[in-house]
């Protein structure tokens, strides 16, 4: 018998049949509503079905019991909830060079910055090989795709940012990237801003002078003062860095 996760049936092997029953599965568990908040919200090539992410994170935790490395085989990229859940199936591989051959595979199909940023978030085997995903990042700073670039800063975010051993490598890749995307900019803003909350006297010794753009600078400050993590003083002082 298949199990059973909110009303979709996951088969015990995956092949093509199997696969496009599992679609049909997905297409039955859609929210119109949903789904017109999320196309407004989340600009991607995939047609948006309209499932929400804990549901997706679930499906994808079932998905993990079975034989997942089949199933990420047959994914056929045609939906963009098809694309988070393989994304977030790569949080299971356990070993880095089996990680490291799906990520590189997976990589092409981020396209937005929800798929981004949730996966990424994710992989926790970049904690424990950060010095070789560190390769990694270099390669993904240095394409002209702003999702790879964006790719890199949110592993930075995410999974480096609390080990101050790369403390120069932070603020060093932030006044180094290039990129006019949106996606890009808002993305060393985030960084930026947790990088305050994070090393306060360092970052704002970053903000008297870097190679930041207008845009990227003030909305790194906008988030700074945003954060429930930094006191009333430090939004006021904050403000005098705006460029």
Known sequence: MPSIFYKVSLPKTWNKDTYKNFQNELIKLQ?????KFNTKLTPTKYEIIGIRVPTLKKIA?????????????LVE???FEETLIAGILLSYIKEYDVFIKYFNCFLKYIDNWATCDLCISKYKIICK???????????????????????????????YINDVTYIDYFYEVTNRVN??????????????SYLFINYRTRTLKYLQGNNLDKFTQNKAISKIRESFRVCSLDKKIILKYKK
Request: hydrophobic letters at 40%; charged letters at 25%.
């Open 31 to 35: 929210d119109i509503k949903y789904k």
């Open 61 to 73: 935790q079932e998905i993990s019991k079975t034989n997942y490395f089949d199933y990420l085989k």
């Open 77 to 79: 990229y045609k939906y």
């Open 129 to 159: 090989n950060k010095n070789l995903f560190q390769i990694k990042i270099e390669e993904l700073l240095k394409s002209n795709n702003p999702f790879y670039i964006r790719v890199a800063i949110v592993s930075l975010l995410e999974h």
């Open 179 to 192: 990129n006019d995307n949106y996606y890009v900019k808002m993305a060393v803003a985030w960084f930026i």
